[in-house]
């Protein structure tokens, strides 16, 4: 016969060495190997609700503009970095525009800077105010892999460039980009003849480019309020060979389900400046595909499944409980005789005829 018994791991961010400086992934060696591991869950996680909203690892803000010089059509790509911290949806907004006019090559030629500002209005969402100062331009957020931003501030990708769906386009700072390479709206021809028709640039024709002009500011709002101020949740992953765990992800254009190495999402219910608790009342167990764990991983992943970094995560304790299968030791002939012995003198009281 087998028994089950479990170890519980308990983790202490204090404790640990973290494999990157600034993200949310560890490594834990067990100085004693767990062996005949058979499932592992997550019994409970307590943190801190007051990390930051922006960190080192999503700060970088990015959008596209489209500019005619002539005949040529040109399109380049700019962007801030943004301090890290924490901001209210006012001022992050605000921090955003100051980083704008701060920009020293926010221009194609020798033409004026456009301006481009943002607020947060009485619906809770983003406004961005765009004006290209002298000369006609377009304008399109730049949603690059490695960054949620523009999604947390409530943009919807349908608003702007996809860096996946478009993975030829450079990302830095002034890096012209190749219409060309664009699969997402419309072709490089169809832009020439926008931008030729400047009567055109009061049209949203220019899908998923918005006209941006000199004689009238153009309002672009995000199609979601703004969820920048506070975070769902969190997932728990982790490295250990587990085949339970599925999650959704976009396959040739389909919605597809694949095995992942999730272990458990965390909702975050609280307020900020609260405490985060949360404690598995019902344990959601991952069967093992390994007989024994001397060294494993966990990383801390946000809603849209980029690691988390410290910043955002200031500090937790979390216990992972490893079950384990073990077997009963052998009896000799006579210890087990002695047991049935045992056992029936116990089912079998001897009684006493009055």
């Keep these: ?86 901001y209210t949806a006012s001022e992050l907004c605000t921090h955003i525009n100051d980083e704008i006019l701060a920009m020293s090559n926010h221009f194609f030629q020798f033409e004026t800077p456009p301006t481009i500002s943002f607020s947060f209005n009485a619906k809770f969402r983003i406004e961005i105010s765009v004006n290209s100062g002298t000369d006609d331009k377009l304008f399109s957020p730049y949603f690059t892999s490695g960054s949620n931003l523009w999604h947390r501030l409530g943009f919807d990708m349908s608003q702007g460039i996809d860096h996946q769906a478009n993975i030829k386009l450079p990302t830095q700072s002034g890096d012209v980009i190749d219409m060309e390479d664009i699969s997402y709206g419309k072709s490089i021809q169809q832009y020439d003849d926008l931008l030729d028709n400047i009567a055109a640039l009061t049209l949203d024709a220019f899908e998923p480019f918005r006209s941006m002009r000199a004689s009238a500011n153009t309002i672009i709002v995000s199609s979601s309020p703004t969820t920048i101020e506070n975070f769902a949740g969190l997932f728990v992953s982790t490295d ?115």
């Excluded at 991952?286 to 966990?298: R, S």
Aim: proline share 3%; glycine share 4%.
């Design 240 to 354: 250990l060979s587990i085949n339970s765990s599925w999650e959704t992800h976009k396959l040739n254009g389909r919605n597809s389900v694949a095995p992942t190495h999730i272990l458990e999402w965390i909702p975050n219910n609280v307020s900020r400046y609260s405490y985060l608790n949360h404690e598995v009342n019902m344990l959601s167990y991952h069967k093992l595909y390994q007989d024994e764990i001397t060294d494993f991983k966990l990383i801390l992943k946000d809603f849209d499944g980029a690691t988390m970094n410290k910043e955002q995560i200031k500090e937790f304790n979390m216990v992972i409980i490893i079950e384990t299968e073990t077997e009963d030791q052998e009896l000799t002939d006579d210890e087990q005789a002695n047991l049935w012995a045992r056992s029936w003198a116990k089912n079998h009281p001897t009684r006493i005829l009055q």
């Design 1 to 86: 016969m087998n028994n089950r018994e479990h170890h519980y791991v308990h983790i202490n961010s204090k404790h640990l060495n973290w494999d990157h400086e600034t993200t949310t992934e560890f490594t834990l060696h067990l100085e004693q190997p767990i062996k005949r591991c058979r499932r592992v869950a997550l019994k409970s996680l307590s943190l801190p609700n007051t990390g930051y909203n922006i960190g080192t690892e999503d700060n970088i803000l990015r959008w596209i503009e489209g500019y005619k010089d002539g005949s040529i059509s040109l399109f380049v790509a700019f962007s801030v970095t943004l301090t890290p911290g924490y």
